[in-house]
């Protein structure tokens, strides 16, 4: 894949005698690209995070590349004089759209994120969950070339991670470049195209557990297959994500397989099918599409590696939209 950004020996601490935070860094950032970084808490997982959309400086090393960039922190500063709506479009024309569209675009993601009835409340007056979903409309709005997301599933209710997820994979399929962190293991689990993990202020490369796919979370939770017709010569990329001459990029790890009549199937995620129908509507030419149905998703057991309680997960909450901001 093309490069976006690149880190070469980044180093980052606080004050002239503080303790290395992060240490001889090196990261190649893609384009088309969704990664994922690991580690236990206070490793510099936020501190990369804010490396890469242009927050904070490194000490030492160099970042080359300066793709339009929109970050979503892991707290949400709603102590400001706007309200919903007023803000996602203050954002919007900092972003360098129109009026009309930054405030058409944030109408959409309230819309999106099911809070189009707080478009005129004020940011300090909003709930948690509700706050969070405003954080995440204004990263989203913009359509940026590098996502940077800090824990942005947290606090959200479940239609709205769902949501996110869908986001996401939108970003990815129309070349965008998605970097996360989530305490959820299985967050976009299937779709990853790399995983990094902070251990003592180092990146570490990680390597998919012997005998896994490159796609682990692929076969767990409902599938969607989608029968297509390419234009005559075309052929569908060999492997997830990537390109030949008259395909589209597949999102989300699809599984190929020929279909009748010179069509084929396409198998992803239930949440990547949307952006899976996006790129084969939107390839030039496009592809016509045949048929869409659920296709069964085998259950896998968890990595015991990283156990996962979802019910006592910080956004597992019931409704956080009834939680009052802090």
Do not use: C
Request: net charge neutral; aromatic share 4%; no cysteine.
């Amino acid at each position: 894949m093309p490069e976006r950004m690149r880190l070469d020996g980044v180093g980052r601490r606080y004050g002239v005698r503080g303790p290395w935070v992060l240490r001889e860094v090196h990261l190649t950032v893609p384009e088309g690209a969704l990664l994922r970084i690991e580690g236990t808490n206070g490793t510099g997982k936020s501190t990369l995070l804010r490396l890469l959309a242009g927050i904070d400086r490194p000490s030492t090393g160099r970042i080359t590349g300066r793709p339009r960039r929109a970050y979503v922190p892991e707290r949400f500063p709603a102590a400001m004089p706007f309200t919903s709506a007023g803000y996602l479009t203050h954002l919007g024309r900092v972003h360098g759209l129109t009026s009309a569209e930054a405030a058409r675009r944030a109408a959409e993601w309230l819309e999106r994120f099911g809070a189009a009835g707080h478009a005129r409340t004020r940011l300090a007056e909003l709930s948690k969950g509700t706050s969070q979903k405003v954080a995440v409309a204004q990263a989203l709005l913009a359509e940026p070339e590098l996502l940077v997301l800090d824990e942005a599933w947290t606090g959200l209710d479940r239609g709205a991670r769902e949501v996110l997820d869908r986001a996401v994979a939108e970003r990815v399929a129309d070349g965008g470049t998605v970097v996360f962190v989530d305490h959820d293991p299985q967050r976009l689990a299937g779709a990853a195209d790399a995983r990094y993990r902070v251990v003592d202020g180092r990146l570490l490369a990680q390597e998919e557990r012997p005998g896994a796919s490159a796609y682990p979370g692929a076969a767990t939770g409902p599938r969607v297959t989608i029968e297509a017709e390419g234009p005559p010569g075309a052929a569908p990329p060999t492997g997830p994500p990537g390109t030949t001459a008259g395909a589209p990029r597949l999102p989300g790890g699809a599984e190929i397989t020929p279909g009748p009549d010179g069509a084929f199937r396409f198998t992803v995620p239930a949440v990547h099918s949307d952006a899976l129908l996006r790129a084969l509507l939107t390839a030039r030419p496009p592809w016509h599409i045949r048929a869409v149905t659920t296709a069964p998703g085998p259950a896998v057991p968890p990595d015991p590696a990283t156990p996962y309680a979802p019910d006592s997960a910080p956004d597992a909450v019931p409704d956080p939209d009834e939680a009052p901001h802090p």
